[in-house]
């Protein structure tokens, strides 16, 4: 089992920036590609950002790209998600997700074997 655990949510102004974070206990945190998604209301939950095992390879949704940044620390255990000029379409409730390592990194929610409880991410405009 995987245990995750997002922290970082929060109210924020048009333009302002957020950084998520997300820790994992259990079984070895190098084992998973780490996953970033979130779901506004009344939409599907959607794939943000991706990191592989060793942080060396990453993928993002095209809605993101260029303002969000994903990084793991493999020491602490940790996948953060940096949030740079936020707009009122970012307001969502934020997941990380994990799926066994299998060399690429998948956006497909039906792919990720572990979820954590969500935090919220709130844009004013």
């Known amino acids: 089992q995987v245990q995750l655990v997002e922290s970082g949510g929060g109210l924020v102004q048009t333009g302002g920036t957020l950084r998520l974070s997300c820790a994992s206990s259990g079984r070895t945190f190098t084992s998973y590609t780490m996953g970033w998604f979130r779901r506004a209301p009344g939409k599907d939950r959607e794939f943000i950002a991706g990191?592989?095992?060793?942080?060396?390879?990453?993928s993002y949704a095209d809605s993101v790209k260029g303002r969000f940044t994903i990084s793991r620390d493999n020491i602490k255990n940790t996948v953060d998600l940096q949030m740079n000029n936020l707009t009122p379409e970012d307001t969502a409730t934020y997941y990380c997700?994990?799926?066994?390592?299998?060399?690429?990194?998948?956006?497909?929610?039906?792919?990720?074997?572990?979820w954590g409880q969500g935090t919220q991410v709130t844009v004013a405009s």
């Open positions: 990191v592989s095992w060793n942080g060396h390879r990453t």
């Open positions: 997700a994990a799926h066994f390592n299998l060399g690429i990194i998948k956006s497909d929610a039906l792919e990720y074997e572990y």
